[in-house]
């Protein structure tokens, strides 16, 4: 099972401001996802990187996937309140279909 | 909306006890994945099943079973339940296997043992 390390654990900011969230692994991802999980319900998946050095943009979020595949960021520009969630990272062994995820950061912005 | 969905949404239940959580895939999924996610452990991968066909197996007890019924709804069981077992217990479900296929999920059961 690879373990995946976030941070920070959590972050709070203002509207307006960007923030950027990590995940890293000591072992090379396969591909790697991200997901944001909103209180009381299911994470939502909105990313799927899998070539290293890949950058993919969402609207305000940027994603980037390291050259060796074994780290990753999520930037967000100009936050919003909408934005606020627990931001989680997710990826599968080369062999399998199992997700392991990592502990997820808590994004807070505040109006 | 995911199209999964999941019931109870909560349970409250006593040590010892046994309870069954129900999950029904987004119209036309073959492939369903459970997962249980607790504040000291984060989120887990439990089992999938593949139309009908257990895949693949993580960190789930000999406590907790599962399967996939003709019409792919599944249900998780879990039996001689303990304090540690209270957790928010989510199913999602993807077209097929692999990680190709995007995995929705439910809006989650939350279990409180006491």
């Known amino acids: 099972t690879q373990l995946l390390e976030q941070s920070p654990q959590f972050l709070s900011i203002q509207e307006g401001e960007n923030l950027t969230v990590y995940c890293n692994s000591s072992?090379?991802?396969?591909?790697l996802q991200w997901y944001r999980q909103e209180p009381g319900e299911g994470p939502v998946l909105l990313v799927t990187?899998?070539?290293?050095?890949e950058v993919k943009k969402l609207k305000r979020l940027t994603f980037q996937f390291g050259d060796a595949r074994k780290d990753s960021s999520l930037h967000i520009t100009a936050a919003q309140p909408g934005d606020t969630g627990l931001y989680l990272c997710a990826s599968a062994g080369s062999n399998d279909y199992k997700l392991s995820f990592g502990a997820g950061t808590t994004v807070t912005v505040r109006a | 909306d995911s199209g999964v969905t999941q019931t109870p949404k909560h349970l409250i239940t006593a040590t010892g006890q046994r309870v069954t959580l129900r999950c029904s895939p987004r119209?036309?999924?073959?492939?369903v994945y459970w997962y249980q996610q607790s504040l000291d452990q984060g989120l887990q991968f439990l089992i999938q099943y593949y139309n009908g066909e257990e895949r693949a197996k993580g960190n789930i007890l000999e406590r907790f079973s599962a399967q996939q019924f003709p019409d792919l709804h599944s249900e998780l069981n879990l039996s001689s339940l303990e304090l540690g077992d209270s957790a928010l217990y989510f199913c999602?479900?993807?077209?097929?296997?692999?990680?190709?296929?995007?995995?929705?999920f439910g809006p989650g059961t939350r279990l409180t043992v006491t």
């Open positions: 990187v899998v070539t290293g050095g």
């Open positions: 999602a479900s993807s077209v097929a296997s692999g990680l190709t296929y995007e995995q929705y």
């Open positions: 119209s036309g999924d073959l492939s």
């Open positions: 072992s090379v991802f396969s591909s």
